[in-house]
């Protein structure tokens, strides 16, 4: 972020509360006032313009005494307070005369670590940016940088950080953005390459009816689930291999319908790889694919790392001779050992778990078989786009019938007493209850609940009459099995966890949701949680208990009780919190930006807007000549999400939406991607890395934006 410090306010214009430059004379020296126990002293500075006076008052900083001579003009930035005429400002940062060292420009606020003070970080960058001033190498072609009218790489570096003005702040920031982007369309292009080669896989037998299944179930599937259905089936009988992204919200019944698409590969007589990112997770599942298919004679197993050996040995001979239909398992199913005979379908469940490299491994042990991805975890509709360029994606956006909306609540600590009366009332009805913590153990660096602080004072105290155990993640896996089969059995009354329980755990007669220390988690993570309880018939509760006024804070916990949908939380969640890693192994997350955010897209809204009549008729005629050679060769296909139906398809071939500019945006850059053979060479030298990596300076995270990013973009048909 940045703080204009340059624009001075009359002192009688100033308003409570807000953070001004003032420029005024000082009236007398500095007054020196001790506490009468002598542990504080308070430094006072009178300066007066020509509209009033104001107070300046320091604390315990002795060295300021004869900082201030009389009759001298000096400006000071900070927080003013102001009652009727009377004008305070506390600590605030200043400077003598025409010095600009604090004052009088726009000033990068970084974040700051331990012992670390803003003046020490931009003296570090100051002196980073001179070592390298002018020796940036240019990273960017010239008839991209002319096409485009984009500033250099050395004077973007160093305008991010000390713009002149936010005139020329914008102009560096379209510089970054439009590099990061290209970067991180290049490096999309490149992982998913394979899937734009024509290749044969598997076309699924057509006399296989998936009806089969659905005609036996105890429940009725959803509209939703049936449409999805539809979609994957269209799939399965292509000889294109299936590419598809399930996303649902918490308890939509994703695993049904992997369960109904499974039966169509083994009945056409393929294996399945089903792949959870836990063993309590994968073991559900088994028990579900169970209860489902044994009676049309398909044999599922489980392999997870807590096997014993033998049996382990068993599981991977069967396997390979074709004896098992369906495997189901963690991370274990990624071991070089583990051979099928004939797969034909890869389930992954969760798929925010895994890294690209692991998703790719388990794909390899078939010859090309489809592939489904599920998350629980909605991910923005914009930016599921240039994460799943190739794949087509189903949306399940209808709950149950059955499934009643969890009601929210978030309290503070005073609050305490009377939530734990409610939990024992709800238990005293029969229910069962989780209570989340952040940690396993107490951390006296962290004034946090932990799992096992908790469990000793619930247990001895406050609900001692009441079955209550813990689970975590550093128990064995025994364990935790033993654990949540006696808390589905109803043998344990509370469970006190961390947030293994987050994904999947699936006990209907659980119906209240307590977090401990709220504040701690993101907000697609309380609504995973949130998800654990309210699958049954009871009315269910969700309690965030939190610390801090922030306003962050505060906004987090307004966004969680005022809605259950996944999509607007995941949204909210990826703007507040910013994104993770997407290549390699890394889990947890979305692509890390420095510059591009959801905020900056807002101030070029406007002008995608004028650019989109003349933008549209380019798409339809499927042409854009442009000087420096580029030819996008759109083939009419906008790659648009509908909003109302929240289905995206990487066949669409709609016109442009002229109400969402993030379409014209796809375009925009996509038509980078779009360059033909005769394209100057240059292009396929390009290799565009992180700025703050190049300028070899050390550079700490930029002020200009944090680590929002949503990329409205989509990778069309093109070569590089």
């Not at 003070?117 to 960058?125: A, E, G, L």
């Not at 659905?214 to 292509?238: C, G, H, S, W």
């Not at 890390?592 to 807002?602: K, L, P, Q, R, S």
């Amino acid at each position: 972020i940045y703080e204009d410090r340059s624009k001075p306010v009359k002192i009688a214009e100033v308003q409570d509360g807000e953070e001004v430059l003032i420029e005024g004379i000082a009236t007398a020296r500095v007054s020196e006032i001790r506490t009468r126990n002598r542990k504080m002293t308070i430094y006072k500075l009178i300066v007066r313009d020509e509209t009033g006076s104001c107070t300046i008052t320091w604390f315990n900083q002795s060295y300021l005494r004869n900082m201030f001579k009389p009759g001298e003009i000096y400006k000071f930035f900070g927080k003013v307070k102001r009652i009727g005429n009377k004008v305070e400002m506390n600590s605030p940062v200043y400077d003598e005369g025409v010095n600009t060292k604090n004052t009088g420009k726009i000033i990068p606020i970084y974040p700051l670590t331990y012992n670390l003070s803003q003046n020490n970080i931009r003296k570090i960058i100051e002196n980073g940016l001179e070592l390298v001033k002018n020796k940036l190498k240019e990273t960017l072609p010239d008839y991209l940088i002319k096409e485009y009218k984009l500033m250099d790489i050395n004077s973007a570096t160093n305008s991010i950080h000390f713009p002149k003005d936010f005139t020329e702040f914008n102009i560096a920031r379209k510089r970054l953005v439009f590099e990061e982007l290209l970067s991180m369309q290049l490096a999309l292009l490149s992982l998913k390459s394979q899937y734009k080669k024509e290749i044969d896989g598997i076309a699924f037998e057509k006399e296989v009816h998936m009806s089969d299944v659905i005609n036996k179930l105890p429940f009725k599937l959803t509209k939703a689930q049936l449409r999805v259905l539809e979609e994957i089936d269209a799939d399965l009988e292509k000889v294109k291999p299936m590419n598809r992204l399930l996303q649902g919200d918490v308890g939509s019944g994703k695993t049904a319908v992997s369960i109904i698409a499974s039966y169509k590969v083994v009945k056409s007589g393929y294996q399945v790889a089903i792949m959870a990112p836990t063993a309590i997770l994968a073991t559900q599942h088994l028990e579900s694919f169970k209860q489902m298919l044994e009676q049309f004679d398909i044999k599922c197993e489980l392999l997870i790392s807590s096997i014993t050996k033998k049996k382990k040995e068993e599981i991977l001979e069967r396997l390979k001779n074709g004896d098992i239909d369906i495997l189901i398992g963690t991370h274990a199913i990624l071991e070089d050992n583990v051979e099928f005979k004939n797969l034909g379908l890869v389930v992954t469940d969760e798929q925010h778990r895994f890294g690209v490299k692991q998703r790719t491994k388990i794909i390899e042990k078939g010859q090309n078989p489809d592939v489904l991805v599920m998350t629980a975890t909605p991910i923005p509709r914009t930016l599921a786009l240039i994460l799943y360029g190739d794949l087509d994606i189903s949306i399940i956006d209808e709950l149950p019938p059955n499934r009643k909306k969890v009601d929210t609540f978030a309290v503070k600590k005073n609050m305490e007493e009377r939530v734990n009366n409610f939990v024992k009332k709800q238990i005293n009805e029969g229910r069962q209850a989780y209570i989340v913590c952040p940690l396993v153990e107490e951390n006296e660096e962290m004034d946090l609940k932990s799992v096992e602080e908790l469990t000793k004072k619930y247990k001895e105290e406050t609900f001692s009459e009441y079955k209550v155990e813990y689970l975590h993640g550093k128990m064995k896996a025994k364990e935790k099995d033993d654990i949540m089969e006696k808390f589905k059995n109803g043998d344990i009354d509370i469970l006190i966890s961390t947030t293994v329980i987050e994904v999947g755990v699936n006990v209907p007669n659980a119906s209240i949701m307590v977090v401990e220390n709220a504040e701690r988690f993101g907000l697609a993570q309380l609504h995973q949680l949130r998800g654990r309880v309210g699958r049954g018939e009871y009315q269910s509760y969700c309690i965030l208990k939190y610390e801090g006024n922030g306003k962050v804070v505060q906004e987090r916990m307004k966004i969680m009780t005022s809605t259950n949908d996944g999509f607007i939380i995941s949204e909210k969640d990826l703007e507040l919190r910013g994104s993770g890693e997407f290549f390699g192994t890394k889990q947890h997350g979305l692509p890390e930006f420095n510059c591009f955010t959801i905020a900056f897209f807002g101030s070029v809204r406007i002008r995608i807007r004028s650019s989109l009549s003349r933008s549209s008729r380019d798409t339809v005629t499927g042409t854009r000549p442009t000087s420096s050679g580029i030819s996008p060769n759109f083939t009419r296909s906008c790659g648009r999400i509908c909003c109302r139906s929240r289905s995206i398809s990487s066949s669409c071939r709609c016109a442009i939406c002229a109400s969402n500019p993030m379409d014209f945006l796809s375009i925009l850059f996509s038509m980078i991607l779009s360059i033909p053979s005769n394209a100057p060479p240059q292009i396929n030298k390009i290799l565009v890395v992180s700025i703050w990596i190049i300028s070899c300076c050390g550079c700490l995270r930029p002020p200009c934006g944090g680590t929002f990013a949503i990329v409205p973009s989509r990778i069309f048909r093109s070569a590089c």
